[in-house]
């Protein structure tokens, strides 16, 4: 599995933006997709997920409602809309994909990040 993200760059306090994750491979290792980002020196928080299969999306506490994921199946591509940004917001956000999901979810392909700089 193959996954590709890209959407990142530099925008202004309380802008938004979008990014996006295409995935390649055996379909059924990446039946969940979902986004983490990643603070300079911590562990990588997660955002929320989406179940390939269903309209479930899964939500981490961090997002706020700031965020949104959205899925395009016939692009086999899932998406993070990011609204109100803040500086905190600035991060390595990263797309990952698994076979299945659970809590404390640990997937095991993952994208190559992709920096989002927030400015005040």
């Known amino acids: 599995v193959q996954l590709q993200a890209s959407g990142g760059g530099l925008v202004q306090a309380g802008g938004s933006l979008r990014l996006s994750c295409v995935a390649s491979?055996?379909?059924?290792?990446?039946?969940?997709m979902g986004w983490f980002r990643q603070f300079p020196g911590t562990e990588r928080q997660f955002l929320g997920a989406?179940?390939?299969?269903?309209?479930?999306?899964y939500y981490g506490d961090s997002v706020e409602g700031r965020f949104t994921i959205f899925k395009d199946n016939a692009k086999n591509s899932i998406y993070l809309d990011m609204n109100r940004l803040e500086p905190e917001d600035t991060a390595v956000y990263f797309c990952a994909a698994d076979y299945r999901f659970g809590s404390f979810w640990s997937p095991r392909f993952w994208g190559q990040g992709t920096l989002v700089t927030v400015s005040s």
């Open positions: 989406i179940d390939w299969s269903s309209p479930n999306i």
């Open positions: 491979g055996r379909a059924f290792s990446y039946s969940f």
